[in-house]
């Protein structure tokens, strides 16, 4: 478990743990690609909320994201957002 980053699903607020159950999960992860409607039905979490909930932005905006955010340089970023 240490070394797969999932050592934090020991430490949930959950009464039982089936451990083999995250065993199997950890010897599968390099095998499977795992949807979020596979982690919600496995771990029994509900998964609730939009996946972007974001608003558009103007071509502007995004350039000086990039610059701003990414260190792009500016006619990098005016090229990219063309």
Known sequence: ???TCLSWLQDTSYSHIDHEL???FVERWNELIL???DVSCL???IIDGLLLSHSSIT???AVDMMVEHLGSNLGDALFEAR
């Open 43 to 45: 771990l029994h979490l």
């Open 1 to 3: 478990m240490q070394g």
């Open 59 to 61: 071509r502007d905006e």
């Open 35 to 37: 949807t979020l409607d």
């Open 22 to 24: 995250i065993c199997a």
